[in-house]
């Protein structure tokens, strides 16, 4: 079982990914905003992070920046229903980019490597 953060500003894509996560056995904490996202990660302690890019107030990439500064080995994986941003300078600190789809397989499996990446042997 990992420990997910997943941060959106559209409720409805918190919900499915809360739920969707929570049936593969995953604990799942999902926020609206990047705003003091260093305390929620430090009292989460998440083994990755599902980023959205767009959102109200502050943008994503903005967040993953103060995310690498703060928590280098934290892996981020960027979720957008744009695929455009992955061409965004900012977005390359991300260890993943994955466009937004109602099928979470992509989504799932981004996790999976990560995961498997932060486990040593």
Same mark, same amino acid.
């Given at each position: 079982?990992?420990?997910?953060?997943?941060?959106d500003?559209?409720? /409805?894509?918190?919900?499915l990914?809360?739920?969707?996560?929570?049936?593969?056995? /995953?604990?799942?904490?999902?926020?609206?905003?990047?705003?003091g996202?260093?305390?929620? #990660? $430090?009292?989460? !302690?998440?083994?990755?992070?599902?980023l959205?890019i767009?959102?109200?107030?502050v943008?994503?990439? $903005?967040v993953?920046?103060e995310v690498r500064?703060?928590?280098?080995?934290?892996?981020?994986?960027?979720c957008?229903?744009y695929g455009?941003?992955?061409?965004?300078?900012?977005? #390359?600190?991300?260890?993943?980019?994955?466009?937004?789809?109602? $099928?979470?397989?992509?989504?799932?499996?981004? #996790? $999976? !490597?990560a995961l498997?990446?932060?486990?040593?042997?």
């Open positions: 079982m990992a420990r997910i953060l997943i941060v500003d559209e409720e /409805h894509i918190r919900t990914y809360t739920l969707e996560l929570e049936d593969e056995g /995953h604990q799942v904490l999902a926020l609206e905003t990047g705003e996202l260093a305390e929620q #990660i $430090d009292a989460f !302690n998440p083994d990755v992070v599902v959205d767009k959102m109200v107030g943008s994503g990439l $903005d993953l920046q500064s703060r928590y280098y080995d934290l892996p981020v994986i960027l957008s229903a455009s941003y992955k061409g965004d300078v900012k977005s #390359i600190a991300a260890d993943y980019y994955v466009v937004k789809s109602s $099928d979470l397989t992509e989504l799932k499996q981004k #996790i $999976d !490597n498997a990446a932060r486990i040593p042997g």
